[in-house]
């Protein structure tokens, strides 16, 4: 499966002057079914965490089932899907995880 790139929301209209590009980051199970570390996600520029979950759900949406198990995190702090985004953000997607000693 070739490696995404750039990803826009479907239906996605508004001028590219206004867009905010961010960085996701991927682990586990994303990294493993997408082939890749990271990516490049384009979303508007009042996008939150969930616009950027949609865009790359829109290009893969045989990952969408795993939307109840995923954590995300924005610059290195968990995050809430309505927590906004901004230029040169970098998104986390986290699955579960699992193994360690307790």
Do not use: C, K
Not at 53 to 72: C, I, Y
């Amino acid at each position: 499966m070739p490696a995404i790139e750039s990803v826009l929301p479907v239906g996605h209209t508004e001028d590219m002057s206004a867009s905010v590009t961010v960085t996701v980051r991927l682990f586990a199970v994303f990294r493993e079914r997408l082939g890749q570390s990271s990516l490049r996600v384009t979303v508007g520029p009042e996008a939150t965490v969930a616009a950027v979950w949609s865009g790359v759900m829109d290009a893969r949406p045989d990952l969408e089932l795993l939307r109840s198990v995923t954590r995300f995190a924005v610059n290195g702090a968990y995050a809430d899907p309505e927590t906004p985004v901004h230029e040169g953000d970098e998104v986390a997607f986290l699955p579960p995880m699992s193994g360690g000693n307790a």
